[in-house]
């Protein structure tokens, strides 16, 4: 009775009660894209339509997440990008059928299996998704789409060129997102929750170059990361800028058609590009695809006494993090926008476009022109930079940053005020005032989500460890109150109210969250359904307010494995010795499942009970060679990673980390989540001691 699923279709025949599924022969293919599903699936079907065929389509999942799954927006979107792909690309889907498989705890967002792609549980929503959550989804499944062409009819010869997968499909899902469904504003998106990702990840130990040498399979396992994904979409995006969209796809189609059915090399595609474009790439592949670390762009102007420019120069600074990197200057091609106050509006007055190339550019357009109040550098986020503003801009952007038309505007800026709030640059005091005076206008809710986030990581790891408590209450208090005032039913008011219970800590703002779980506080807009209930129980039980009688009975009357994994979670943040204990022999148990693991790990560690954690610092150092040498890759990244001393900001971790790496017999990729971990730990030293 159960369905089962391959690359091909199946001829199915009667044996006995049982039944004989006989798949079709594949096209040669590699064997890691090669799937085998099996199970008791509730499914729905349908068809899509192109000039290039028509092709049969399959949505699956476990018969008690059904009701939850939306096939009719996620068909929607998978043809939307089917008609987006061919119709650029200028090449038909190269398999027989697109089936789209929802299995339960799959240790991956998702996997482009020919024909047969499989989702981890995270795309069905049992609750409220605001619409970013909707969107992230999208992007998952045109990720997956978009392998079908750049992966899995053309496929990299060997892991070196992983980031041709995985960088491209980044790309394409995103550039498809903002082209061919409702996700217009995907760049901004982009932004936010992947080009952050990689911009943190380059300036750690554990950065590496795009196209890097993989010496071998842990090598390999560790980098799919910031910097195959989003450093390469990135950069796959200031070549889309170099060559021109249209030349970018041309180029794209002759690689398709060339390598059909066969395995390629970084040079195959670059070939084909500079054949379409004309443009020479050496320098491209050597600057941006072969060297690591991320450039800092910055302007530098003079005015005369009428304030007009005299001078105007963009001064770009090698990677400085992590030490030791080779000195690169890379060519960007970018734009500047100019902004005045137009009454109490920024408005775009200027653009210019141009290529910034080595330590100082001159940008001789401007010389002559009115200073602006607002000069933004890498306008319309075409390259990889870290950027600066001026003193002038500095101010406008403070006083009326959320005025600015376009969300990637917007965007831009804020992530140049978190990136200097990391940098040490800003003060976490100031920071945070800057959010607070941004968010109460913003209704981006990819912009919103971020920054919500951000403001509890910079008051929990960057301020000082004198104002730390004071930051988190008066956040917490600021959420609670854009809880209240943000529009109702709004999805900027439901990820207010969910970062408020996640940080909520004075007895005014628990007796909130205690209200809101027992239904004696309602806010109008904010309903408690499953997993916001959840979350209600997790932050009660790590404030040690509800225990396990009260957890038990949560789980009891939730028995989906979302419940259980959220009751896992929640009896790992009680914060007794007890609790830890069992927690700790929990997790080193290998008993748990992928998912149980993550949630018990998510809730052992917790930023309000570091005194009670310091006594499992050593033991988890103690602990690290074993579960490397006697779990799986994918669970010893877990657990090494997640109980990370990442709360314990101190010199003396950092003495800690640095004996152990030195003297330790651990694998590459132990060692590298050690070494990236004591980088952020010495990054949030120094915003502390610039905050105080």
């Known amino acids: 009775g159960w369905k089962v699923f391959s690359n091909t279709f199946a001829e199915v025949t009667d044996i006995g009660p049982n039944k004989r599924h006989t798949f079709a022969r594949t096209e040669k293919m590699s064997t890691y894209i090669t799937a085998f599903v099996a199970g008791n699936y509730y ?19 476990r018969q008690s997440m059904s009701e939850f799954l939306e096939p009719e927006d996620m068909f929607l979107l998978t043809k939307q990008g089917f008609e987006t792909f061919e ?55 045109l990720h997956e789409m978009a392998h079908m062409w750049f992966g899995n009819l053309v496929t990299m010869k060997w892991w070196d060129d992983l980031w041709l997968n995985e960088s491209f499909a980044e790309w394409a899902s995103y550039w498809a997102n903002q082209t061919g469904t409702r996700y217009k504003e995907a760049w901004t998106s982009f932004l936010v929750d992947r080009k952050l990702w990689a911009y943190r990840e380059d300036q750690l130990s554990g950065t590496h170059p795009i196209s890097t040498d993989m010496i071998d399979l842990d090598t390999v396992e560790v980098n799919f990361d910031g910097i195959s994904y989003a450093k390469g979409a990135s950069t796959l995006r200031q070549l889309v800028a170099f060559v021109g969209e249209k030349d970018f796809l041309a180029g794209v189609t002759l690689y398709l058609n060339r390598h059909a059915w066969g395995n390629t090399e970084l040079a195959d595609l670059l070939t084909c590009l500079e054949q379409v474009s004309g443009r020479d790439l050496s320098s491209f592949t050597e600057t941006w695809l072969k060297t690591s670390g991320v450039n800092t762009l910055a302007p530098v102007s003079e005015v005369d006494a009428n304030g007009n420019y005299t001078k105007f120069e963009i001064v770009q600074t090698p990677p400085l993090e992590p030490a030791g990197l080779p000195v690169v200057m890379r060519k960007h091609r970018m734009v500047i926008g100019l902004y005045n106050l137009n009454g109490n509006v920024l408005e775009r007055v200027d653009r210019v476009e141009l290529d910034v190339d080595g330590e100082r550019t001159t940008v001789a357009e401007l010389v002559g022109k009115k200073q602006p109040d607002l000069v933004l550098l890498n306008d319309e986020d075409w390259t990889y930079a870290k950027t600066r503003v001026d003193a002038k801009s500095m101010k406008t952007l403070v006083s009326h940053l959320s005025t600015l038309p376009d969300s990637l ?125 959840w979350m209600l129980i997790v932050r009660l039980a790590s404030l040690g307010i509800i225990g396990e009688a009260e957890i038990a009975k949560e789980e009891a009357a939730d028995k989906s494995a979302a419940g259980q994994r959220s009751a896992a979670a929640a009896r790992a943040s009680i914060p007794t010795k007890a609790a830890k ?91 590298r989540i050690l070494k990236d971990g004591r980088d952020s730990i010495v990054r949030a030293l120094r915003a502390q001691k610039a905050d105080a």
């Open 43 to 61: 499914g729905v079907t349908d068809w899509y339509s192109g000039d290039f065929g028509t092709y049969p389509l399959g949505l699956y999942c």
């Open 87 to 141: 119709r650029e690309f200028g090449v038909g889907y190269p398999f027989a059928k697109y089936d789209q498989i929802i299995v339960p705890e799959f240790n991956a967002g998702a996997m482009e299996n020919a024909g047969c792609v499989t989702f981890y549980e995270g795309v069905i929503y049992r609750s409220r998704a605001t619409e970013h959550e909707r969107e992230f989804r999208s992007n998952i499944i």
């Open 409 to 533: 505007q917007r965007a831009l800026l804020l992530t140049t005020a978190w990136d200097m709030n990391r940098d040490a640059e800003m003060s976490t005091t100031d920071f945070i005032e800057l959010l607070k005076s941004a968010l109460p206008h913003e209704t981006f809710i990819p912009i919103v989500q971020r920054v919500l986030m951000q403001a509890r990581a910079a008051g929990q790891n960057f301020g000082a460890p004198q104002k730390v408590e004071q930051h988190m209450v008066n956040l917490a208090d600021a959420y609670l109150s854009w809880t209240r005032t943000f529009a109702v039913g709004s999805d900027v008011q439901f990820a207010a109210a969910k970062n408020f219970v996640a940080i909520a800590r004075t007895p005014e703002q628990i007796d909130v969250v205690k209200g809101l779980l027992a239904g004696t506080t309602t806010i109008d807009g904010v309903e408690v359904d499953t997993d916001f209930r």
């Open 581 to 671: 204990d069992a927690a700790w022999k929990a997790i080193f148990s290998g008993e748990l499942s992928n998912e149980i693991l993550g949630a018990t790990v998510g809730g052992f560690m917790s930023f309000d009970q570091r005194e009670l954690l310091k006594d499992y610092i050593d033991p988890y150092f103690e602990e690290l060679p074993r579960i490397w040498a006697d779990f799986s890759n994918e669970v010893a990244q877990t657990i090494s990673g997640g109980l990370f001393p990442a709360i314990h900001i101190s010199q003396e971790t950092v003495d800690k980390i640095t004996k152990y790496v030195d003297t330790a017999e651990i694998p590459f990729g132990c060692q």
